[in-house]
């Protein structure tokens, strides 16, 4: 019963360093594409604010 409790005990471990793992990830691209998501971002509200004042 003991080895099934610390077996669940490493698997949740597990968990946690593959969702920091994935959370790292997703930092550093966030960080090396921050000039096209900036941009992106930018004409995606300049679209919506320029098709809002047609209406």
Known sequence: MEELLIFFQEEEAIGVVEILLILV????????????????????L????????DI
């Not at 921050?34 to 971002?41: A, I, N």
């Not at 300049?46 to 004042?53: A, L, R, V």
């Open 46 to 53: 300049e679209k919506i604010t320029s098709q809002s004042n």
């Open 25 to 44: 990830v997703l930092i550093a691209l966030v960080v090396i594409f921050k000039e096209q998501l900036v941009s992106l971002v930018n004409s995606l």
